[in-house]
């Protein structure tokens, strides 16, 4: 059986994002399928935290980084020369002619047409989900990472090493 982590995506003021594994208080012996969403749920209730989630996967470039909670939804960590304006981390992804509305909740939302899913196809994709990014969604919910104070995240030993290189790098 892999090693599973639970692991906090966690913004600071400084427009910056880092990933914390949560050390373990002791060792606890759960017998039950990784995938089974309810003994997920049921832990997260008699712990009192919230399910963590597990992602489809990391879309990376050099001044951004996605991690996909699924096909039409994603949290952007943007270079920290973008501060608060990650509609123009997105534009220099995506192109200028994306349609971009803000949500009140500070999400943006996305129409997507076809170039600018190629053009999101094209990033540096790690699949941590077998499912990927397979189909194309008309529109994306975009949630920037400084909107997330903390968000749990349920990786693989090997995808935490690779998600913590990517931040490490993003921030240069």
């Known amino acids: 059986m892999q090693s599973l982590n639970l692991v906090s995506l ?48 990391i879309s990376r470039c050099r001044d951004l980084l996605l991690v996909w ?37 500070t999400s943006l939302h996305l129409s997507l047409d076809s170039d600018s899913w190629k053009a999101l ?11 990927g990014l397979s189909e194309q969604p008309d529109s994306l919910c975009v949630r920037p990472s400084s909107a997330c104070r903390e968000l749990s995240l349920l990786l693989q030993q090997q995808d935490h090493e690779l998600f913590q290189r990517w931040i490490q790098q993003l921030s240069h």
């Open 69 to 105: 909670l699924d096909h039409a939804e994603v949290v952007a960590i943007a270079h920290p020369r973008f501060g608060y304006d990650l509609e123009s981390g997105l534009r220099a992804v995506l192109g200028d002619q994306i349609e971009i509305e803000l949500i009140p909740d």
């Open 10 to 57: 966690q913004s600071g003021t400084v427009h910056s994002a880092e990933l914390v594994a949560e050390p373990s208080l002791a060792e606890l012996n759960l017998q039950g399928r990784q995938d089974d969403q309810r003994l997920m749920i049921a832990l997260g209730q008699t712990l009192g935290c919230p399910r963590p989630i597990n992602p489809k996967g």
């Open 121 to 131: 196809q094209a990033l540096e994709y790690h699949s941590i989900d077998a499912d």
